[in-house]
């Protein structure tokens, strides 16, 4: 048994002092009732820790690529023939990539003679904001840049296919062969993206320009070698001259054009048990016998005449594990009882609902979505889709066509307009008439509602029937811990606004510049 948060056992202290010097009652009730509140007590500090029972690793896969990031925060980056660095433009530009793909996860890593991570691989864009706003290149001793460390570095990451967005003007590494070396033997893919100008700028130092030992004046350039090492590499190459250059689109369109966008991430998840609410429960117990005598049961009588709802939901964390838990080992129709179970409610119908589809009850399922009442988009145009992949599987092609049809006017969806256009191209003809499917009453309130209402969209995909051979996805993801997301962990975080605190900070740690300046001291050309 782990406990989430152990800093609460602290509580513990002047609880105990409390007891210790304590005079207790001579009169044998008031004496339990103290104990017992004692008891209460406790037993609440220890609900307040969150303790859990962890279990197995589980290997869950969802829709989305993995890239790597690495920004040049050496001393060249300060140059200003971009304005107003190089470095801020890149981080300017980067952002804009990490927006215009919500989907992918992205790590960070900043570099210079040395290379660090500063945000672990995420799909919230707020976390990688943070991270990169939080690194300031003022406070990196070394400023020389060195390619091949960097290189070094990502290969040690546990990516089968690594592709890494490299925002650099190249610094003075020209070991070209040792560079496309390490990137082939350890599968890396680069984007590089050469950040500065054509004619390169004059590095200046306290306002003063930076001379060489020659007294020549120190001019930074993109290094050519950028470009033959993404070629040879197997990867892109790009310039970023101007903050404005368009350069966003391009390399959105070339990540979306790669092979291995269909492919699925594989992770690993760690699930566990929550047993707070079994402390939580003994707690209320003790108070109530503190509070009040064994035999006076008119104390409870008040439980009795509590709402339905109330009793429901006190009961629905019951029923939410067993679905769960019946969902998870393919008992399809038990679950769908059990979520029956829960207090009514969109979640509750929605996974009802797959759950029949899964155990395939097509008809139950379409009723089930056709009843469900909702104000947001994209789980309405969820639940067009899924009922138009119900009506395939009961045959009713037309039917269908008009689901994909309203699941289409919500906004624009590649599965349903995938599988509308299917319909189109095969002409399949029903053998019975489609009007016994769903009560015409309901098709039309579904109809005026898709004007108004929003979906959110299913991640699992189901395989076409032989009759129709269309494309479908999963209904819905896999419902565990309650959670009823349509289309995966990635379209939800990519749909949903991300809540961050207001003065909320991340900050780099002393360790983390640490690593970064390690070795500075045999820098031979700081810039």
């Not at 950028?226 to 369109?253: R, T």
């Not at 108070?287 to 409870?300: D, G, P, Q, R, S």
């Not at 029956?340 to 797959?354: E, H």
Request: net charge positive; aromatic share 12%.
């Amino acid at each position: 048994m782990t406990f989430i948060y152990p800093f609460v056992f602290f509580l513990f202290i002047p609880l105990f002092i409390l007891y210790k010097y304590d005079n207790f009652a001579t009169d044998k009730y008031k004496r339990r009732a103290r104990i017992l509140l004692y008891l209460s007590i406790s037993f609440a500090i220890l609900a307040l820790s969150r303790p859990v029972i962890l279990n197995t690793l589980q290997k869950q896969k969802f829709d989305a690529q993995d890239f790597i990031v690495a920004i040049d925060a050496s001393y060249s980056m300060q140059a200003a023939d971009l304005e107003p660095t190089r470095y801020i433009v890149a981080k300017q530009t980067l952002k804009e990539i990490i927006n215009a793909l919500p989907k992918n996860r992205f790590a960070i890593f900043a570099f210079t003679s040395n290379a660090i991570l500063i945000s672990p691989p995420t799909t919230d864009s707020a976390i990688s904001f943070m991270a990169l706003d939080a690194l300031d290149p003022k406070y990196i001793l070394t400023k020389g840049t060195s390619l091949i460390e960097l290189l070094k570095t990502v290969s040690k990451t546990s990516y089968e296919k690594k592709s890494l967005i490299i925002f650099s003007d190249g610094g003075e590494d020209y070991d070209l062969d040792t560079l496309v070396k390490i990137a082939k033997k350890n599968n890396i893919v680069p984007y590089v993206v050469a950040t500065g100008s054509s004619n390169g700028s004059a590095l200046t130092l306290n306002d003063k320009k930076i001379k060489d030992e020659n007294n020549n004046l120190v001019i930074s350039r993109i290094n050519p070698i950028l470009k033959k090492f993404a070629s040879l590499s197997g990867g892109k190459y790009y310039v970023l001259n101007s903050p404005n250059s368009g350069l966003v689109k391009q390399i959105v369109s070339d990540i979306n054009g790669a092979k291995n966008k269909s492919q699925k991430t594989e992770i690993n998840v760690l699930t566990y048990t929550e047993l707070f609410y079994f402390a939580t429960v003994l707690s209320i117990i003790s108070f109530l016998m503190a509070v009040t005598k064994i035999h006076e049961l008119y104390v409870f009588i008040p439980l009795v005449f509590l709402p339905g709802t109330a009793h429901s939901q006190i009961l629905d964390f019951y029923h939410l594990h067993n679905a769960n838990a019946a969902f998870k080992e393919a008992n399809y129709t038990h679950s769908a009882k059990e979520f029956d179970k829960l207090t009514p409610s969109v979640k509750s119908y929605y996974n009802k609902a797959v759950a029949y589809y899964k155990a395939g009850q097509y008809k139950k399922a379409v009723q089930i979505f056709a009843s469900i009442k909702t104000t947001n988009t994209l789980l309405k145009q969820s639940i067009f889709y899924n009922m138009g992949n119900c009506a395939i599987k009961l045959g009713k092609f037309q039917r269908a066509k008009i689901y994909y049809q309203q699941a289409l006017s919500l906004g624009y969806d590649d599965d349903s307009f995938y599988n509308l256009t299917l319909l189109y191209q095969l002409n399949l003809k029903e053998k019975q008439d489609a009007s016994d499917m769903l009560p015409k009453n309901e098709v039309k309130k579904q109809t005026q509602a898709s004007k108004k209402e929003s979906p959110q969209k299913n991640e699992e995909k189901q395989k076409a029937s032989k009759s129709s051979s269309s494309k479908s996805k999963h209904e819905a993801s896999e419902t565990t811990a309650g959670s009823s997301d349509s289309k995966g962990k990635e379209k939800k975080q990519a749909t949903k606004k991300i809540d961050k605190p207001v003065g909320s900070e991340y900050k780099i740690g002393y360790k983390a510049y640490e690593l970064i300046n390690k070795g500075y001291t045999n820098e031979k050309h700081p810039w």
